[in-house]
């Protein structure tokens, strides 16, 4: 990654921030951090070079991530997505599309994909589904081969950046054999439809609506070219579809922490030793998550989807979801009754922060598979629910 991604990450925060409280209070869409974000060509940041973009490491993006949820986590969350569709084209390298069997088109089809996010366009991902979440064995959307292409249907929820984005990254099972899950990238227009339906605690800002599909894609918007690579992509890139949210939520701990020193100066309560000592201990709580992200993300880099860098991914999200929800709440408690008015950043970052438990993989779902390693058994395999 180039200086100038992190370093367009941190002169963008302070203008996320100043625009969140009123997102966060409409429930609106932050579309000019989104505007900001392309002007600044943060769209190709894991986009190789070869094909204009900043080509950065997995640890690259979780620097910038961790400075953008300094501003907003609800910007940096739907950026995430995006970043997750374009890291995992990104890292097919031509050793992996061989082993996949990825046909040369196919190839041909994820550089254009790539190469228009690098000028700009934009990618949400449109996965979970009601009943099933964020499990791809449970999905219910179908798809079936037609003349020229592909014919998807059905209804995902939880898609963040729902009717804002230029194209949605949707799983979809096979009508013909449902234990095939593929992934295609949809491009926004007809037969994709958004109904409001995010009014939630937390996130607000996130436009995580409601998506229906009933629409027919050329044959080269199936990623990969191959059926079926959904769940293989699940056990290789676990930490696009686990990890890339842990950044997100360090950079929302580490604001609220900002936000309370900020708070409590101002009140001159600063004196007191128990908000010091709840201030300190916020402050190594989120460092050592920090370092968690940190070393997850430098052993993607070296060595994706080896059995101990997949351990740290589950460990950093585990350990960035649980932190972000109890400093946030000691950080309010330490400020006291007056940062829990609507409006005030804590108040907001507190329901943020409560967040990134929820996210897949839960809490309960990551402890459980880190369990599952220190036993001696197989994590993706072991237990009584499929983890995708």
């Not at 974000?37 to 490491?57: N, T």
């Not at 958004?194 to 009014?199: I, L, R």
């Not at 010091?276 to 940190?294: E, I, S, T």
């Not at 897949?360 to 220190?374: F, I, K, R, Y």
Request: glycine fraction near 10%; charged fraction near 20%; aromatic fraction near 6%.
């Amino acid at each position: 990654m180039t200086v100038d991604a992190l370093a367009a990450a941190c002169r963008l925060a302070p203008r996320f921030a100043a625009r969140a409280a009123g997102h966060d209070r409409d429930g609106t869409f932050p579309a000019d951090d989104f505007a900001d974000l392309r002007e600044s060509g943060l769209f190709g940041l894991m986009v190789p070079a070869g094909l204009g973009g900043a080509d950065a490491s997995f640890a690259g993006y979780a620097a910038v991530a961790t400075e953008l949820a300094r501003g907003n986590g609800a910007t940096a969350l739907v950026f995430n997505m995006h970043a997750s569709v374009t890291g995992a084209l990104g890292a097919v390298t031509e050793e992996l599309a061989e082993a996949l069997g990825v046909p040369d088109e196919a190839l041909v089809a994820r550089d254009r994909l790539l190469c228009a996010a690098a000028e700009g366009a934009w990618y949400a991902v449109a996965m979970s589904e009601r009943g099933a979440g964020a499990r791809l064995s449970r999905l219910s959307t179908v798809y079936e081969p037609v003349d020229g292409g592909w014919r998807i249907k059905g209804s995902k929820t939880f898609c963040s950046g729902a009717g804002h984005a230029d194209g949605y990254l949707v799983a979809a099972r096979s009508a013909a054999d449902p234990s095939v899950v593929s992934q295609f990238l949809v491009p926004a227009g007809d037969g994709v439809t958004v109904e409001p339906t995010w009014d939630a605690l937390g996130m607000r800002a996130t436009s995580s609506h409601d998506l229906h599909l009933d629409v027919t894609v050329p044959t080269d918007r199936l990623l990969g070219g191959v059926e079926g690579l959904a769940l293989v992509v699940a056990q290789l890139m676990p930490h696009w579809l686990v990890a890339s949210y842990a950044a997100v939520y360090v950079g929302v701990a580490r604001a609220a922490v900002d936000a309370a020193a900020e708070h409590l100066t101002a009140r001159d309560l600063g004196g007191l030793p128990a908000v010091r000592a709840r201030l300190g201990r916020a402050d190594a709580a989120v460092a050592a998550a920090q370092l968690v992200v940190a070393e997850a993300a430098r052993r993607v880099d070296d060595a994706p989807g080896d059995a101990e860098t997949n351990r740290w991914v589950w460990r950093a999200k585990l350990l960035a979801g649980t932190t972000a929800a109890e400093v946030a709440a000691s950080m309010l408690e330490a400020a006291g009754t007056s940062a829990t008015r609507r409006g005030h950043p804590l108040e907001r970052l507190y329901r943020d922060a409560r967040c990134g438990s929820l996210h897949p993989a839960t809490s309960d779902v990551c402890a459980d598979w880190l369990g599952v390693a220190v036993l001696g058994g197989d994590p993706d395999r072991d237990g009584t629910a499929p983890r995708w």
